[in-house]
């Protein structure tokens, strides 16, 4: 819209009562979601929107795009200003002049100063634009509403308050120290002092607690490789004290991992297998479902 990434951030909604402003809500643009930001969940009544970046250096009012005909719009009870760029330049009901926000003001477009005084009151945001007449934000109106409120102030307390509610790490902790040491309103930079150097001892048992942990679970892991390679060469074992007694009584007859055994003579046997018969070496027979057999070009591969 703007340029302005949104964030980080602040949302403030102020709503006027009389000659004055006061703050309904604030909220950090990176919870606000769907509460502050979606114009569905307020109405003009509710009041008017801002945005101020995290170094207090820009300021906003914020209008989101129309999602419905301005006529629409305003018996909805919300604001028909929109952002200057967006499709509600072709909606048949556009009025240049309707915006009903009580920080906008009308500013003639009669010469090129003229576009440029309009244009320097884009960094506070634009709503309408017409051929020969722009609706903007007043820069002026802005600056006497946030005065009227106290924004500046109180979005700094907010974050202050904010930061040390959400300061659980040491890391945390010592950047809110050194952020807020010469503007302490509540004492809490004395209170994150006094917790500091407890966390960091909480952190150390905790960085020790995790080393330990891993080394218990490499050490588990170390003889659970070693069970695992034994029960393979115990069943490896087995497997050739198998093998050696089936050839050892090897007869006619018998299944083989080949197939059936057909003739005897040592140091060879003589099988019916997949190919046909097929006269082996004894050592390579196995007892049936023991060893796979696999032949390749007629020949068998052990």
């Known amino acids: 819209m703007d340029g302005v990434a949104r964030d980080w951030g602040t949302y403030v909604l102020i709503r006027k009562n009389g000659d004055s402003w006061q703050i309904v809500s604030i909220e950090s643009a990176s919870s606000a979601g769907a509460s502050l930001v979606n114009p569905k ?27 419905t005909s301005s006529l629409e719009q305003a018996k909805a009870g919300r604001f028909i200003c929109f952002v200057f760029g967006f499709d509600e330049l072709k909606k048949k009901d556009f009025r240049p002049n309707a915006c009903n926000s009580d920080l906008t003001s009308s500013v003639e477009k009669l010469s090129n100063a003229a576009k440029q005084a309009a244009g ?22 802005v600056v006497a509403a946030m005065e009227s409120a106290r924004v500046i102030p109180r979005v700094k307390y907010y974050r202050y308050t904010k930061e040390f509610s959400a300061a ?56 659970e490789a070693e069970r695992a390679q034994q029960e393979r ?14 050839r050892q009584s090897l007869q006619p ?13 040592k140091p060879l046997v003589k099988l019916q297998t997949m190919i046909g018969e097929y006269w082996m070496r004894i050592e390579q027979v196995y007892p049936a479902g ?11 591969i052990y």
């Open 168 to 223: 659980q790490s040491s890391e945390q902790l010592q950047a809110f120290i050194n952020r807020y040491r010469n503007d302490d309103p509540d004492g809490l930079v004395t209170k994150a002092e006094s917790s500091f150097g407890a966390r960091v001892e909480q952190e150390r048992i905790e960085s020790e607690r995790r080393v330990l942990e891993a080394e218990l679970a490499r050490q588990r892991q170390e003889r």
């Open 41 to 67: 969940n307020r109405t003009a009544r509710d009041g008017e929107l801002l945005f101020l970046s995290e170094d207090l250096k820009y300021v906003s009012v914020e209008f989101s795009p129309l999602e």
């Open 233 to 246: 060469s115990r069943r490896d074992e087995q497997a050739r004290e198998r093998a050696a007694q089936f």
């Open 253 to 265: 007859g018998d299944q083989s991992h080949c197939g059936l055994v057909i003739e005897v003579k």
């Open 290 to 300: 023991n060893h796979d057999c696999r032949f390749i070009n007629g020949q068998y």
């Open 120 to 141: 320097a009151i884009v960094t506070l945001g634009i709503t309408t634009v017409a051929a020969n007449s722009v609706r903007s934000v007043d820069a002026v109106k």
